[in-house]
Every structure is written in structure tokens, then in C-alpha cells.
């Protein structure tokens, strides 16, 4: 199983990324999938998450900035992230999870069976 998260770099404050999470070796329409990211000295947090069926919870500190979708054609999961903020740099991880989606559940990362390699972003003021 691999998970490959790209789309990460240095933007300035106010600014747009979308991060992009290309997964292979699994049955991508099973999966859950989920973002979470990790700054400079703190816990890796969750970001958002969408089930095999489409839906989808956002963390309180993104909501209305950042939105999830999956094309399960391409096996890809997505992060658009708008009006970002410099409390948004970190490292941020794409996660699959083959359990059962509920919006309470879905933000532990302990539950998360596959993890990519993280992608910078950097959000300069």
C-alpha cells in the first residue's frame, strides 16, 4: 500500500494549495480517507475526512477554508485549502482508515491503518 501526498509548498497568507493524495495496493472505494497535519513542535492534528460514500467532516480551525473530495476513478483524495493562514503550516498527511465512518470516530488517527509521507506547506505572513 502506498500513499503518496504532493500539491505542498510556500505560499503567502491569503492564498490557495490543493494537495493531491495518489493511493495504490488498496481498494481506494473501501477506504475512508483523511488529512491530518502536524506543525513545528505540536501533536498531529486532524484536518478532514470523507468515506467511501461521500461524507465528510472538517476540523473546527478549517472549517469554511478548507474542503475534502475523492475521485475514486483516479484513486486520489483531495485537500483544497483556501484563505490560508501562517497557523496553517505543517506537514500534512493523507491516512486511510477501512472501519466504520461516523464523525466522532473519523478524527482519531490511532484508527487510521495506512499513512503517506507528508507534504510541506508553508504559509508565510
Known amino acids: 500500500v502506498q500513499l503518496q501526498a504532493s500539491g505542498g509548498g510556500l505560499v503567502q497568507a491569503g492564498g490557495s494549495l490543493r494537495l493531491s493524495c495518489a493511493a495504490s495496493?488498496?481498494?481506494?472505494?473501501?477506504?475512508?480517507m483523511g488529512w491530518f497535519r502536524q506543525a513545528p513542535g505540536k501533536e498531529r492534528e486532524f484536518v478532514a475526512s470523507?468515506?467511501?460514500?461521500?461524507?465528510?467532516k472538517t476540523a473546527d480551525s478549517v472549517k469554511g477554508r478548507f474542503s475534502i473530495s475523492r475521485d475514486n476513478a483516479k484513486n486520489t483524495v483531495y485537500l483544497q485549502m483556501d484563505t490560508l493562514k501562517p497557523e496553517d503550516t505543517a506537514v500534512y498527511y493523507c491516512a486511510a482508515d477501512d472501519g466504520v465512518w461516523n464523525p466522532i470516530r473519523t478524527m482519531r488517527e490511532a484508527l487510521y491503518e495506512e499513512w503517506g509521507q507528508g507534504t510541506l506547506v508553508t504559509v508565510s505572513s
Open positions: 470523507i468515506s467511501r460514500s461521500g461524507l465528510m
Open positions: 495496493g488498496l481498494t481506494f472505494s473501501h477506504y475512508n
